[in-house]
């Protein structure tokens, strides 16, 4: 059985900042491209970042890019969100998603296309 469970996140003044960790079980991580996405309340899910499987290559939101870095252990089966120069806007529910991918190159921002789901970690950034 998969599993996605997510870890690290919290309270955090304004340019401060988290790592989130996302970690898969029952799956070869090699085969799949991981993401993040969040959801703030009220808004609909937001792509953050993907990295393609392999670490291929990864991507960001234009709203995150510079601040935010992905990385992962295929080893551990883990993922990593290191969010720097945290916003009150960045506050919301940080998600990790696990998509069937034979793309080493390619990673989707679109949630229906990711297979798997972790429950999410609260990410709050004080003014």
């Known amino acids: 059985q998969v599993q996605v469970v997510e870890s690290g996140g919290g309270l955090v003044q304004a340019g401060g900042s988290l790592r989130l960790s996302c970690t898969a079980s029952?799956?070869?991580?090699?085969?799949?491209?991981m993401g993040w996405f969040r959801q703030a309340p009220e808004k609909g899910r937001e792509w953050v970042s993907c990295?393609?499987?392999?670490?291929?290559?990864?991507y960001y939101a234009d709203s995150v890019k510079g601040r935010f870095t992905i990385s992962g252990d295929n080893a551990k089966n883990t993922m990593y969100l290191q969010m720097n120069s945290l916003k009150p806007e960045d506050t919301a529910m940080y998600y990790c998603?696990?998509?069937?991918?034979?793309?080493?190159?390619?990673?989707?921002?679109?949630?229906?296309?990711?297979?798997?789901w972790g429950q999410g970690t609260q990410v709050t950034v004080s003014s």
């Open positions: 990295m393609a499987r392999n670490a291929g290559i990864d």
């Open positions: 998603a696990a998509q069937r991918s034979d793309e080493d190159f390619f990673c989707s921002s679109q949630p229906p296309l990711y297979d798997y």
């Open positions: 029952g799956l070869t991580f090699d085969d799949f491209a």
